[in-house]
């Protein structure tokens, strides 16, 4: 079964770098394109960044473009997203969605999600 | 960007009676391979989001043949036929059709009367 696995969330001071994982098991990572979701405390789902099945494109928000770069390691299984110049508004849930759509996006498994919490 | 528009925003029901959560988009959301990307997802308490409708009115795996989704352009619609206690939760809406980036609707709270 498909089991996506976010880590790497914490409390980071504004302005510092994190890096987040998550690690796929159960499929072909490799052939599917993948999504970062986040969700601030008590607030709605905001997509953050795409990055396609062979890793030839990716895509980000308005709100983090130039500061969030998302990636992926095909042998193993993982995928990241490497956050810079942090601030409270990237406070949230961040959640790893695989996309199994071959034109629009089909947000099939979610992870768990990982907390990131950013506060002096 | 597509701005979705779910209401209610809070939806009181009680257990076995029907309910109807409706989004609306921005734009009509038909792409021009003849599909429309609209798809609903549902949160309990505590955990993640899980795919319920894809394409409008396509069940996901899994999911109780209570749920059900229809519409078309810019109007649509997620109805559960009988609510039952594990359907508590938050429901939102996301368009896929004119993207990056995707968008969701506010999400709408469904909670027992």
């Known amino acids: 079964q498909v089991h996506l696995v976010e880590s790497g969330g914490g409390v980071v001071q504004p302005g510092r770098p994190l890096r987040l994982s998550c690690e796929a098991s159960?499929?072909?990572?490799?052939?599917?394109?993948m999504h970062w979701i986040r969700q601030a405390p008590g607030k709605g789902l905001e997509w953050v960044a795409v990055?396609?099945?062979?890793?030839?494109?990716?895509y980000y928000a308005d709100s983090v473009r130039g500061r969030f770069t998302i990636a992926r390691d095909d042998s193993e299984n993982t995928l990241y997203l490497q956050m810079n110049r942090l601030t409270a508004d990237d406070t949230a849930v961040y959640y790893c969605?695989?996309?199994?759509?071959?034109?629009?996006?089909?947000?099939?498994?979610w992870g768990q999600g990982t907390l990131v919490i950013v506060s002096s | 960007d597509v701005v979705m528009t779910q209401s209610p925003l809070s939806l009181p029901v009680t257990l076995g009676q029907p309910a109807s959560i409706s989004c609306r988009s921005s734009?009509?959301?038909?792409?021009?391979?003849?599909?429309?990307?609209l798809n609903w997802f549902q949160q309990r308490p505590g955990q993640s989001p899980r795919r319920l409708i894809y394409?409008?009115?396509n069940r996901a795996s899994g999911v109780p043949d209570r749920f059900s989704g229809s519409g078309s352009g810019t109007d649509f619609t997620l109805k559960i036929s009988r609510v039952e206690a594990e359907d508590i939760g938050i429901y939102y809406c996301?368009?896929?059709?004119?993207?990056?980036?995707?968008?969701f609707g506010q999400g709408t709270r469904l909670e027992i009367k």
């Open positions: 734009q009509s959301l038909l792409y021009s391979d003849g599909n429309t990307y």
């Open positions: 159960g499929y072909t990572f490799s052939s599917y394109g």
């Open positions: 394409k409008v009115s």
């Open positions: 969605v695989r996309d199994s759509g071959v034109q629009g996006p089909e947000l099939d498994y």
């Open positions: 990055i396609w099945f062979d890793g030839s494109k990716t």
């Open positions: 996301m368009q896929g059709t004119h993207w990056p980036p995707v968008t």
